[in-house]
Nanobody
């Protein structure tokens, strides 16, 4: 069992940066990969990035490369999503999730989900 709690969302202006946090708990959490997804109103939930706890390997959606960076702090059991140069198109609820299918981009491979954190980017 894995529990995930996101934080760090909010209202920002276009061009700003924001860092989201996902704190994970559970006895075997370090054997999972942690991914970030986002869902805008009326749209499908889409993959953003994922990281493997063991060695920090990462995988990004092509459209997120260069602006978004995923990282982890093993001591704090926390995964971060640094988002730069935000635009109104980045407005969404951002979710973190855990998977045994390390570095997967597929939503269906993720078994545990957090409650989400709202990111709103104004123009």
């Amino acid at each position: 069992q894995v529990q995930l709690v996101e934080s760090g969302g909010g209202l920002v202006q276009a061009g700003d940066s924001l860092r989201l946090s996902c704190t994970a708990s559970g006895r075997t959490v370090k054997t999972y990969g942690i991914g970030w997804f986002r869902q805008a109103p009326g749209k499908e939930r889409e993959f953003v990035a994922t990281i493997r706890w063991l060695d920090g390997s990462t995988n990004y959606a092509d459209s997120m490369k260069g602006r978004f960076t995923i990282s982890r702090d093993n001591a704090k059991n926390t995964v971060y999503l640094q988002m730069n140069s935000l635009t109104p198109e980045d407005t969404a609820v951002y979710y973190c999730a855990a998977t045994r299918s390390l570095l997967s981009r597929r939503r269906d491979d993720y078994n545990y989900w957090g409650q989400g954190t709202q990111v709103t980017v104004s123009s």
